[in-house]
């Protein structure tokens, strides 16, 4: 597929010693058309793309209409400094943040296959995103979420979690 690099023999070495993987140096394991992809985790591969975005840690896997498998994880928008807005605290693998906006405004799919990644905007009416869209302009892609992945989409549990405990703040429930 498309993703990944061809390494020379010396980086080959240094990956196959971080990875604990012998196999990538020796010529058995390690063709000449071979690509290495250095990023397999798929959330840690956005991450890596894109830092400013919240990933859902829970992405799951899509089967297309060609029968290609594809992750989806779901990107959050956040901030705590937008106006007029409550403030909430919010747990992230122990690390507590603050926040008073919090949108699912990005859908990042990734090919499971080549490790293909593309980032759509799911919510145009999201500031923040679209600034992040002005300043990354070839980074979002301009066409639509292809429909036969897009009708897998879920609700996001991680967000329901944030608006069920915002509404019982209000509401006894």
């Not at 985790?41 to 919240?54: D, F, G, Q, S, Y």
């Amino acid at each position: 597929g498309p993703a990944g690099k061809h390494y020379n023999f010396m980086d080959r070495v240094i990956i196959a010693l971080r990875d604990k993987n012998m196999k990538i140096v020796v010529p058995e394991g390690y063709k000449k058309n071979s690509k290495i992809i250095t990023t397999r985790n798929v959330i840690e591969r956005a991450k890596t793309i894109l830092p400013e975005i919240l990933y859902d840690e829970n992405p799951y896997l899509v089967i297309d209409s060609q029968g290609d498998l594809v992750w989806v994880i779901d990107g959050y928008t956040r901030t705590d400094a937008y106006p007029y807005s409550q403030k909430t605290t919010i747990d992230i693998k122990g690390y507590k943040e603050e926040l008073n906006y919090i949108r699912n405004s990005v859908k990042v799919l990734i090919d499971a296959y080549d490790g293909t990644t593309t980032f759509y905007i799911t919510d145009k009416s999201d500031p923040i995103i679209m600034t992040y869209r002005n300043i990354y302009p070839s980074l979002f892609s301009e066409q639509e979420i292809p429909a036969d992945i897009a009708a897998h989409f879920v609700y996001p549990k991680f967000l329901y979690n944030i608006q069920s405990n915002m509404i019982d703040t209000y509401h006894d429930i």
